[in-house]
């Protein structure tokens, strides 16, 4: 089982980035995802979170600005960023709690990270 995050890049301040992380692999269910980021000297924090059933939390520096979202169907999860400044510029990394079969544990399983940079 894997995340595969993609939707990084340099946008200016002000600007929008949507972020997606598709999980692929032998999966049964997955319960968890979100997104994480660490900017350079400092410790990977959470950004957005959605559980199964929807309910979502916000880290409060971008509540109002970033969505999370997931498809399911797709097994995938989306981190809408609008209004971006250059604080928002860390490597983003989603992570979700899987589980691969219906008689094991959920597994707790990060993407590789992608890189967004908010410059002008």
């Known amino acids: 089982v894997q995340l595969q995050a993609s939707g990084g890049g340099l946008v200016q301040p002000g600007g929008s980035l949507r972020l997606s992380c598709a999980a692929s692999g032998t999966i049964f269910s997955i319960d968890y995802m979100g997104w994480y980021r660490q900017a350079p000297g400092k410790q990977r924090d959470l950004v957005a979170f959605?559980?199964?059933?929807?309910?979502?939390r916000y880290a409060e520096s971008v509540k109002g600005r970033f969505t999370i979202s997931r498809d399911n169907a797709k097994d995938t999860v989306y981190l809408q960023m609008n209004s971006l400044k250059p604080v928002d510029t860390a490597v983003y990394y989603c992570?979700?709690?899987?589980?691969?079969?219906?008689?094991?544990?959920?597994?707790?399983?990060w993407g590789q990270g992608t890189l967004v940079t908010v410059s002008s």
């Open positions: 992570n979700a709690g899987i589980k691969p079969n219906e008689y094991s544990d959920y597994v707790d399983v």
């Open positions: 959605m559980a199964h059933s929807s309910i979502t």
